[in-house]
DNA sequence: CCAAATGATTGTATCATACAACTATATACA
DNA sequence: TGTATATAGTTGTATGATACAATCATTTGG
């Protein structure tokens, strides 16, 4: 394994987290309503508390915190748990959803700029190459 | 341009972001000395609270309260700026430079585990788009 | 049937950050 | 040259995201 890619990885890495944790909004809206309503909106069932705390390897506390303001901003809307009275599980609103697909179409056009000077070929390389680091962390 | 690609490309990079920043330590350093340290063990001449806030895209405020953090540890050490008595400049010490390597050694060997599973070329690929993305992000 | 486990909420502490106020120094120009 | 303005840095204060602890309600297992 070739020590310099290695370290090239590495630091370009370090530097598009810092430049990116900058970005307090994605899309108009703040980073943890946009990654928890793409999540909900992603996920094909019923999400509980627990199911997103664990998702994004975040506190419960946290989460619930989260999930109440969205709530709040009708964003998304609890469900009774029939089967457990613990738990309530999530559904992003129509609202929701709306706000969702308008801060998604800002983040792609803005992509879109950014990565308008690749080729087609390179953009999906670096899709794939991504999703698969993704997967990776996974385990 | 794909619309696809771009999708994927930004909901990978949510999710390799958010993954990410969990991470408070980076090789049992915390992020920001990791990255002060390297910025400024990289940074070919002397360098003031004010570059490195423009660097980093952070308050002066902030980068203040790192450095001292940073100085008290003994791993940089500051030195007189002789033509402006308002500012000084940093520089790695000894113990520094060697923390830094320590730490740096450490995110290689969880790398190399990462992506023991890609190819030679792959991760050379990788590399090089993520450092083209970083380069555009600067415009 | 009761003890232990689990999901959720809320209180509290911590940390990284930005902004504001302030100090010291440098720069510009009248 | 002297003064007004700009700039670098520090420190005080506020905010937001997070974890942990305490607590409550419900579920599960012996």
Redesign the interface.
């Known amino acids: 394994?070739?020590?310099n890619?290695?370290?090239?990885?590495?630091?370009?890495?370090?530097?598009?987290?810092?430049?990116?944790?900058?970005d307090k909004e994605?899309g108009g809206m703040d980073r943890s309503t946009?990654?928890l309503l793409?999540q909900l909106s992603k996920s094909g069932g019923p999400t509980s508390v627990k199911a997103l705390a664990d998702e994004?390897?975040?506190d419960i506390s946290t989460i619930s915190r989260q999930t109440t303001v969205l709530e709040a901003k009708g964003y998304v809307q609890r469900l009774p748990n029939v089967g457990d009275g613990r738990s309530s599980y999530f559904q992003v609103t129509e609202e929701g959803m709306r706000r969702l697909t308008e801060a998604?179409n800002a983040?792609?056009a803005r992509?879109?700029q950014?990565?308008?000077?690749?080729s087609?070929e390179?953009?999906?390389?670096?899709?794939?190459?991504?999703?698969?680091?993704?997967r990776?962390?996974v385990e």
Chains 1, 2 share one sequence.
């Open positions: 394994m070739n020590r890619d290695l370290e090239l990885i590495d630091y370009e890495l370090v530097v598009l987290i810092r430049r990116s944790t900058l994605l946009y990654t793409t994004f390897r975040l998604k983040r792609l992509h879109a950014l990565f308008k000077e690749w087609d390179e953009r999906k390389q670096f899709g794939e190459l991504l999703a698969r680091l993704n990776t962390f």
